[in-house]
């Protein structure tokens, strides 16, 4: 596989206006989330961005980065985008799509989900998987919870997403009742992202507002392994503030 790492960002965001290029630390989010991703080892790092702005700030720090049509309707839209016009001749077969509000992931999980993908030759996506015993993520609609059959201790095939309470927390069965929380990281093979980009809306996706569900209703196979990591995502002013307090308390440069 040859890999590359796209990270989509806008500025357009509801809950937080111009967040790819809030300051964290001296540096706009955005930077700090390429930072991150080159600590994985894998060469290339591309930002697919909605706006000049944010392509401006991204060569300014050294790195790749394609302006791709702000109207694009998705993540996973404007990551094809910036592939067709970074990538002309087909290099990269394995696209990790990065979300670019996560300055303070573990870049380790880029390798994790990368593995996934080596390991499971049906694999059209691979993903991650958080365990959780939190009885409040189990009712809060915003951690999205993915129903995985095992295929052994740490990875398998993902069935389903929701945002309900599921899989049911009785206290038989692998995990003792805990919910599998989704980290917002995929993995396309390239052929995948080419199909489901192609596809229009699913009816599971528009009723659970889940992208990855147009997938699954359309024959792609999702697999994932189980971390133990869960990255925050930055979408408020609290966020952002953990997110500035998790560098100064790591005297990041």
Same mark, same amino acid.
């Given at each position: 596989m040859k890999p590359i790492i796209v990270i989509p960002a806008r500025l357009a965001a509801?809950?937080?206006?111009?967040?790819?290029?809030?300051?964290?630390?001296?540096?706009?989010?955005?930077?700090?989330?390429?930072?991150?991703?080159r600590l994985c080892g894998i060469d290339e790092v591309l930002v697919a961005a909605g706006d000049k702005e944010i392509v401006d700030v991204v060569k300014e720090f050294g790195a790749d980065a394609v302006l791709t049509d702000p109207a694009l309707p998705s993540g996973s839209d404007r990551i094809k985008a910036a592939i067709d016009i970074f990538d002309k001749e087909r290099k990269y077969d394995t696209i990790i799509n990065l979300q670019g509000d996560m300055p303070t992931f573990e870049p380790s999980l880029i390798n994790d989900a990368l593995a996934v993908l080596e390991k499971y030759p049906a694999?059209?996506?691979?993903?991650?998987?958080?365990?959780?015993?939190?009885?409040?993520?189990?009712?809060?609609?915003?951690?999205?919870?993915?129903?995985?059959?095992?295929? #052994?201790?740490?990875?398998?095939e993902c @069935? !389903?997403?929701? &945002?309900?309470? *599921?899989?049911?927390?009785?206290?038989?069965?692998?995990?003792?009742? #805990?919910?599998?929380?989704?980290?917002? @990281? !995929?993995?396309? &093979?390239?052929? *995948?992202l080419e199909k489901f980009v192609s596809l229009p809306p699913s009816a599971l996706e528009k009723r659970e507002k889940l992208e990855q569900l147009r997938a699954?209703?359309?024959?792609?196979?999702?697999?994932?392994?189980l971390v133990k990591d869960f990255p925050k995502g930055v979408d408020t002013k609290d966020h952002l503030e953990m997110a500035r307090?998790?560098?100064?308390?790591?005297?990041?440069k």
């Open positions: 509801s809950r937080l206006p111009n967040k790819p290029l809030a300051d964290i630390g001296g540096k706009p989010m955005i930077v700090r989330v390429v930072e991150r991703a694999a059209d996506i691979a993903t991650l998987l958080s365990p959780s015993s939190d009885e409040n993520e189990k009712v809060d609609e915003n951690v999205v919870k993915g129903i995985i059959s095992l295929k #052994d201790k740490i990875s398998g @069935l !389903y997403f929701t &945002r309900a309470n *599921a899989p049911w927390s009785g206290n038989s069965g692998d995990g003792g009742g #805990d919910i599998f929380r989704h980290v917002g @990281l !995929y993995v396309y &093979r390239r052929a *995948a699954l209703e359309n024959g792609l196979k999702i697999y994932a392994a307090e998790y560098y100064r308390k790591n005297n990041a």
